[in-house]
Nanobody
Framework: QVQLVESGGGLVQARGSLRLSCAASERTFSSYVMCWFRQAPGKECGFVSVISWRGRSKYYAEAVKGRFTISRDNAKNAVYLQMNSLKTEDTAVYYC?????????????????WGQGTQVTVSS
């Protein structure tokens, strides 16, 4: 059982930056594909970014490409999401999720483990 704990959310003005962190309990953290999703009020949970087991492959949703950067530190059992040039439409609860396989990485239902989420609010 993998336990994931997000942190780093908060209130920030538009064009500001935040760095989200997700700490994992699993010693074999490097065995997991890690992903960030987000859910805004009244909307479905949507894909933000994914990173492969050793960080060689990274993909982003079009809405965040060029502004967000995903990274991981397997020695620290952690994954990060650096968010720059934030927009009001980035306001959401952000979740990290883990799974062992790569296929259909954009689909939330394919992830086995989830954190509790961290709120990001971007004000205008």
């Amino acid at each position: 059982q993998v336990q994931l704990v997000e942190s780093g959310g908060g209130l920030v003005q538009a064009r500001g930056s935040l760095r989200l962190s997700c700490a994992a309990s699993e010693r074999t953290f490097s065995s997991y594909v890690m992903c960030w999703f987000r859910q805004a009020p009244g909307k479905e949970c949507g894909f933000v970014s994914v990173i492969s087991w050793r960080g060689r492959s990274k993909y982003y949703a079009e809405a965040v490409k060029g502004r967000f950067t995903i990274s991981r530190d397997n020695a620290k059992n952690a994954v990060y999401l650096q968010m720059n040039s934030l927009k009001t439409e980035d306001t959401a609860v952000y979740y990290c999720a883990a799974r062992l396989t790569w296929n259909s990485y954009r689909t939330p239902e394919h992830y086995d483990y989830w954190g509790q989420g961290t709120q990001v609010t971007v004000s205008s």
